[in-house]
């Protein structure tokens, strides 16, 4: 699963009365700049080379479907001192994984997007007659099993993607080789609608999910206020020595009024803060209904620029709107719908346009997780978003003609329909996937222990 975060505009979330603006994430508490989450999963594949399966500790005659690992574009300001660093809303470095309870949640919210993702590929082979031999979700040994209609289910030890075998080249599935109900061997189209089926079932989770949001909850909506926020302290930092206090509001900085709303306006006192390490800035603070200045002193960090070890975030209320009719229930839904999946496609292509900038900020699984698990903890309702957008990007980044994507098995079927039905040689088509598929076990692996490693309780015992 690769899942790219890149900052984006908040689109505009469906809202009753002009002075509402857009809200789309728990983050966009932090900043206007929100998270946005792509992932992706391996294609079926029914002609991947037998070691591969091994890897996975499965049977030889298993085809692997799906290799899950996790990358993360991490493209934010960091509201303590301007660096840019994680998403989340309290750290200064690293990942907080946050309550064992946030993180069930979080895994769960993953867990599912697979198993529908893996449903969606099940159903469009099952229901066309297509010969399924295997359905599991993780990887490596078997926890639990069983056995139904020749199809084993089966949960294994490392819940981190899942597969759908078929049968196609196991002799001893005890099914003729030409069987026209191998995958392998059904015409074109049966066999796209097989591979795509798992895309066409997150599209119609995340809409699931949006209206499941939009009828039961509500879509939230913020208010903007003169201001930046400060919601958090540090202790003995410059911000606390100097007096600002959770809470406070800064309306003015060294004598520049800030605007209403925005990333602006905290980006605008960053700045200043960065520009003068130990040298006073003048600090225009409201606290309650008094309102008085501060001169504050920026302590001089490792790099030379100013950090006073507060943490700011646009001054904004946040409230929910529901719908009042059916007519304005599926007129919010699409709304939304449309504007997440509008913003995972920009998103998408500020990745490609600026890869350079990006490929250093990759994480993985352990990440994701953490971020699900601070969603989780700070808004509960914030999780029917954060599973939307992975759904959202599960589709988009599997439509990519790449090796080990869904995308990348249509691709090849496509070059299949134009090569008048003739397939590509087995070992160029072997190499292909094979490769892809590497790639991403690799890749997941040292994601894996980077993540791990960046988990603030880790880097505290390190």
Do not use: C
Not at 252 to 269: C, I, N, R, T, W
């Amino acid at each position: 699963m690769e899942v790219f975060l890149r900052q984006w505009r908040s689109h505009q979330t469906v809202a009753p009365d002009p002075k509402w603006s857009s809200f789309s994430s728990p983050y966009s508490q932090i900043s206007k700049e929100t998270m946005l989450l792509n992932i992706s999963s391996s294609p079926i594949s029914h002609r991947i080379p037998r070691f591969l399966s091994k890897l996975n500790n499965q049977s030889k005659t298993h085809l692997p479907k799906s290799h899950l690992s996790f990358t993360f574009f991490r493209n934010k300001r960091n509201p303590y001192d301007g660096e840019r660093i994680s998403y989340k809303p309290r750290a200064l470095a690293g990942f907080d994984i946050g309550s064992f309870e946030s993180v069930l949640e979080a895994s769960a919210v993953l867990t599912a997007i697979i198993v529908v993702h893996e449903t969606g590929h099940f159903l469009a082979a099952s229901l066309q007659g297509i010969h399924v031999s295997k359905f599991a979700i993780g990887f490596g040994p078997i926890l639990a099993k069983f056995n139904s209609k020749n199809v084993e289910y089966s949960l294994r030890a490392f819940p981190l993607g899942g597969f759908v075998g078929f049968p196609d080249n196991d002799p001893n599935s005890g099914i003729p080789l030409d069987d026209k109900n191998l995958l392998k061997n059904r015409p074109i189209w049966d066999r796209v609608v097989v591979v795509s089926a798992g895309i066409v079932a997150n599209v119609i989770f995340a809409y699931a999910i949006i209206f499941a949001q939009v009828v039961f909850v509500g879509l939230p909506v913020q208010e903007a206020f003169p201001g930046v926020l400060v919601p958090d302290v540090k202790s003995s930092s410059a911000g606390s020595r100097d007096g600002l206090l959770p809470g406070d509001v800064i309306l003015a900085v060294d004598g520049s009024e800030l605007s209403s709303y925005g990333s602006d306006s905290v980006s605008k006192v960053v700045d200043v803060v960065k520009s003068n390490p130990n040298h006073s800035v003048l600090l225009r603070v409201q606290r309650g209904k008094e309102g008085f200045d501060i001169m504050i002193t920026p302590d001089k960090s490792f790099d030379g620029t100013g950090r006073i070890g507060v943490q700011l975030s646009p001054n904004v209320r946040f409230s929910k709107v529901k719908p009042k009719n059916v007519t304005e229930t599926f007129s919010f839904v699409g709304r939304e719908f449309f504007g997440l999946s509008y913003n995972v496609l920009d998103s998408l292509k500020k990745t490609f346009l600026n890869f350079s900038q990006t490929a250093s900020q990759v994480a993985g699984p352990v990440a994701i997780i953490a971020v699900g698990a601070q969603v989780a903890k700070s808004n509960a309702d914030g999780l029917y978003q954060f599973a939307a957008l992975l759904n959202l990007n599960l589709a988009v980044i599997n439509l990519l003609p790449l090796p080990a994507l869904d995308g990348g098995t249509l691709a090849l079927i496509l070059l299949e329909a134009v090569r008048g039905g003739r397939k590509l040689p087995l070992e160029v088509e072997q190499g292909i996937m094979s490769s892809g598929i590497l790639l991403v076990i690799f890749l997941g692996l040292f994601l894996i222990v980077k993540d791990t490693l960046n988990l603030d309780f880790i880097r505290e015992m390190l």
